[in-house]
C-alpha cells in the first residue's frame, strides 16, 4: 500500500454558469448552504419490481436499494452533479458511488457506513447483495474504520483530514480514514425507526452535494376512496453544488423511474 496517493478519480475544474459561480461564493459551509426537499412518489411500481427481481434473482431488495440505484443512474445522466466541491471549484468524480451508514450493533451504539462503487452499474438486486454482503463483513471485522480516539482529537483530525482528503486529494492510511470513504451521495433508511419522513444531515467531512431519507411505505386514500401505497423521501442537497435546475432535473429523473422501473432500471435502458 502507497504510504501517500490519489483520494478520488477527479475530472475539471468544471465551467459553470455565472449563477452557479455565484452560489459557491454565496455561502461559506456546508449548513448555510443546506436545502430540505420532500419527494412523495407513488410506490406500487417500485414494490412490483422488487418483487420480480426476488423471484429473478433469489435477492429480495428493499426500497432502500431501489432508491439508491434510482439515485446512481439519476447522477451518471447529470454528471455535473456527481461533484466533488475543493477550493471553491467543482470537479466531477469519474465514478458513481453511493454511501450507506451502517449500524456496527444493534444497539445503536457504533456507526460506519459502506460505500456501494460504481453503483449506477448494479442492478437494484445487484446493490443489495454487495451492501449486505459489505455490512455483515464490517460488523464481524468490528472496525468502523474512522479512528476518532476523543473529542479534541477528532475536531483537529476532522478538520486536518477534510482539507487533506478533499481540498488536496491526497490520502494516506495515517489518517486513519478509508480511502473515499463517502462515494458521490448517501442514501439512508428511515424504515427501521417507523419514520415516514426525516430529513438526514449533509456531513461537513464527507463533502456530498446530496443525501436522501428513505422513509417507510404508507397507505393514503385516494380522490377514489381507494388506497395507494406511497414513499416519501427527506432529501437535502448543498445549493452550492446542485441548484434549482438540476434539483428539478433530480426529481423528474427519480419521479419517471418510480413511474416506470422496467422501463430506467432495465440492462439495455439509456
Known amino acids: 500500500m502507497a504510504w501517500l496517493s490519489r483520494n478520488i478519480p477527479l475530472e475539471g475544474p468544471l465551467t459553470l454558469s455565472p449563477w452557479r459561480r455565484m452560489a459557491l461564493s454565496a455561502w461559506p459551509t456546508v449548513s448555510d448552504a443546506s436545502v430540505l426537499g420532500v419527494v412523495e412518489l407513488s410506490a406500487a ?126 490520502w494516506t492510511p495515517a489518517l486513519g480514514f478509508p480511502r473515499d470513504a463517502f462515494g458521490s451521495a448517501a442514501v439512508t433508511d428511515l424504515a427501521p425507526f417507523g419514520a415516514d419522513l426525516a430529513f438526514p444531515p449533509l456531513l461537513p467531512i464527507a463533502r456530498l452535494p446530496l443525501v436522501v431519507g428513505v422513509g417507510s411505505v404508507a397507505e393514503r386514500y385516494g380522490p377514489d376512496g381507494k388506497t395507494e401505497k406511497l414513499l416519501r423521501l427527506g432529501v437535502v442537497f448543498d445549493h452550492r453544488v446542485i441548484d434549482g435546475v438540476y434539483a428539478g432535473r433530480i426529481c423528474h429523473r427519480i419521479r419517471a423511474i418510480f413511474a416506470d422501473p422496467e422501463r430506467h432500471l432495465s440492462r439495455d435502458a439509456t
Request: proline share 5%; hydrophobic share 45%.
Open 45 to 170: 411500481p417500485m414494490l412490483e419490481y422488487i418483487r420480480r427481481e426476488g423471484e429473478r434473482t433469489g435477492v429480495r431488495p428493499a426500497p432502500l436499494h431501489f432508491v439508491a440505484k434510482s439515485l446512481a443512474d439519476t447522477f451518471r445522466q447529470f454528471p455535473d452533479v456527481n461533484c466533488l466541491l475543493r477550493a471553491g471549484r467543482l470537479y466531477r468524480r469519474r465514478d458513481v458511488d453511493i454511501f450507506f451508514p451502517v449500524a456496527m450493533d444493534p444497539k445503536g451504539w457504533d456507526l460506519s457506513g459502506v460505500v456501494v462503487r460504481n453503483a449506477d452499474r448494479l442492478s437494484v438486486a445487484e446493490i443489495s447483495r454487495e451492501l449486505t454482503s459489505a455490512a455483515l463483513e464490517l460488523r464481524r471485522a468490528g472496525d468502523t474504520g474512522f479512528q476518532v480516539k476523543n473529542r479534541i482529537i477528532g475536531r483537529v483530525l476532522m478538520r486536518t483530514a477534510g482539507f487533506f482528503l478533499y481540498t488536496l486529494n491526497l
